[in-house]
């Protein structure tokens, strides 16, 4: 997977840097194999995006992070939106107070195990609910299977 594909909120390990005329400053900058970054946030129209490397604040273009070959990592956390089908431990819910109580009418909330399903519909202790691609993008989850196997 390319470091431009991966879901804001994700952490990921380098596997390699493409050469390009470009490919030393993404080095310089820390860019390396082996090196764990986490995708902070996209600009308003999606091009530069933030990422952190060690404990700094880059901003690197997508033609830029198109180069960046990365593997995610099993304990990241990412947007339901951008989940596989799969059950899953909800970490956080960002969004106000409407968002919150919306979702915790239908059985989601912080610490809550949910399941999506091949059609994007959540399935919870009160039932299977279409909540639509805005609301899956503000559950952010860690693969049930992963916080089982760290025991917490």
Not at 43 to 48: R, V
Not at 116 to 145: H, M, Q, Y
């Amino acid at each position: 997977m390319k470091l431009s594909e991966v879901p804001v909120g994700a952490k990921v390990m380098v596997k390699d840097v493409e050469e390009s005329e470009i490919s030393p400053k993404l080095r310089a900058i820390g860019i390396l194999p082996g090196v764990t970054i986490t995708v902070v946030k996209n600009a308003p129209m999606g091009d530069p995006r933030m990422y952190k490397v060690f404990n700094k604040l880059i901003s690197l273009r997508q033609s830029e992070a198109s180069l960046v070959e990365v593997e995610v990592l099993k304990d990241s956390v990412i947007p339901l939106s951008s989940a596989v089908p799969g059950p899953y431990k909800v970490k956080q819910i960002l969004g106000g107070y409407g968002v919150h109580r919306l979702l915790s009418k239908i059985g989601i909330t912080e610490g809550s195990t949910i399941k999506l399903l091949e059609d994007r519909r959540v399935v919870t202790p009160l039932g299977t609910f279409d909540i639509g691609f805005g609301k899956l993008s503000k559950i952010l989850v860690i693969s049930a299977e992963t916080q089982s196997e760290q025991g917490s």
